[in-house]
């Protein structure tokens, strides 16, 4: 029996080999005898498969070092009669290539056209970016031990959230009893607007002529994802902080315990302020106000913890130290987290400087009451 798998998907190979192990596991006779065979040819076709691509790279490498002819290769669809789907394509060196032309010029037309000829379903909006651009961005908003635990939606627009301004408890009721009146509750509404972040890196022309587009795509990316995040944090710790310390219709309650000088008994006292429903606690201090609280362990011998093992991230913007749960804050990527960018490569000419702008919209503001303490004066 013959098999032929020249056009299939290797996605869809890689999912049968897996299956065909499990089959395996109860197969008999002819039927395990068929099962072997197959995967034999299965393996066979993946191992031509990356054969040829480490051909066609060997090949890429020579010409770019000056060896040989310049042939026109054949594209995947072209040897193989088949479209790629669209996790393939974006992986591609092709595409990667195209997309940072499209950065550094704005013209999606390459992408576009790379992913009409190549991809089954027609694209439906912008260019998708690369597989491993999201997963930078992911990766900068995991290390990020503020952006990565506010909650977050990716709406479009405005979003209202509700919070609850006044509500009591709830009653018990027994059988038979008399009726129960309806909670007096009272709702709050808060409107997260979005407003566009901006941050640009430099990069000289020298370095810019040696990168290839992964590279290009890996620094800008890194670079202003970090840069947006720290903007995205600052965000954070000015919302808290401008919170009236009295709830309104329209905005939570953030309390602030009033002190003239720090003490030992800070933070606990001003956890007293929070909502029982603030739980997952951090302290959010400048690096001077943490060693301030840290002198004064250090002058009883460390007798006490003044942050009564809280853990402490540390943020620049906190004009005065803030205790809370971060999931009292919400953050709105209307255009989920992609990052548009405009490059610049006449402003910083005189210097050999290209700039590339990067802007992200997004809404932040403090959707829980009496999630957050601030302590100061």
């Known amino acids: 029996m013959e098999f032929d798998f020249t056009k299939t998907e290797a996605t869809e190979l890689l999912e049968r080999r897996k ?54 290769e054949k594209t995947f669809k072209e040897e193989r009669n088949n479209k790629m789907n669209i996790t393939e394509l974006r992986t591609s060196a092709d595409y990667i290539n195209a997309f940072a032309n499209y950065v550094k010029t704005g013209n999606d037309a390459e ?110 990316y890194s670079e202003i994802s970090r840069k947006i995040i720290k903007a995205e944090e600052k965000k954070v710790v000015d919302a808290i902080l401008a919170a009236p310390q009295t709830a309104t219709a329209t905005a939570p309650a953030v309390a602030k315990l009033t002190i003239t000088t720090a003490g030992v008994g800070d933070f606990i006292n001003a956890r007293a302020l929070l909502s029982s429903e603030a739980e997952d606690l951090v302290i959010i201090a400048t690096p001077a106000q943490y060693a301030e609280y840290k002198t004064l362990a250090l002058a009883s011998s460390f007798a006490f913890d003044p942050f009564e093992g809280i853990e402490v991230l540390f943020s620049d913007y906190a004009t005065m130290p803030i205790i809370g ?11 989920g987290d992609a990052v548009q960018f405009k490059y610049d490569d006449a402003t910083l000419m005189t210097s050999d400087l290209v700039r590339v702008l990067g802007r992200k919209p997004v809404a932040i503001g403090v959707v829980g009451n009496k999630y957050f303490a601030k302590i100061g004066a």
């Not at 006779?29 to 691509?53: P, V």
């Not at 439906?124 to 506010?150: D, H, N």
């Not at 209202?160 to 509750?185: N, Y």
Request: with cysteine.
């Open 111 to 220: 992408c576009r056209a790379l992913l009409s000829e190549n991809v089954q379903s027609p694209l439906v909006g912008s260019v998708p970016v690369p597989t491993f651009v999201e997963g930078i961005v992911a990766e900068a908003l995991r290390e990020s031990k503020i952006m990565s635990r506010v909650r977050k939606a990716y709406a479009k627009g405005n979003v209202k959230v509700g919070f609850e301004l006044s509500a009591p408890i709830a009653t018990a009721h027994a059988e038979g009893g008399d009726p129960q009146t309806e909670e007096a509750l009272q709702l709050g509404i808060v409107t997260l607007v979005p407003e566009t972040l901006k941050k640009w890196v430099s990069i000289s022309d020298e370095a810019l002529d040696s990168m290839s587009g992964e590279e290009y795509l890996r620094y800008i």
């Open 19 to 72: 299956a065909i192990a499990e089959e395996s596991n109860t197969a008999k006779g002819e039927a395990l005898d068929a099962l072997e065979h197959e995967l034999d040819a299965i393996n066979a076709e993946l191992e031509s498969r990356k054969a040829e691509e480490a051909k066609r790279n060997e090949i890429r490498a020579a010409v770019a070092a000056g060896a040989g002819d310049v042939v026109e």
């Open 325 to 335: 749960d971060l999931r009292g804050v919400m953050a709105n990527y209307p255009n």
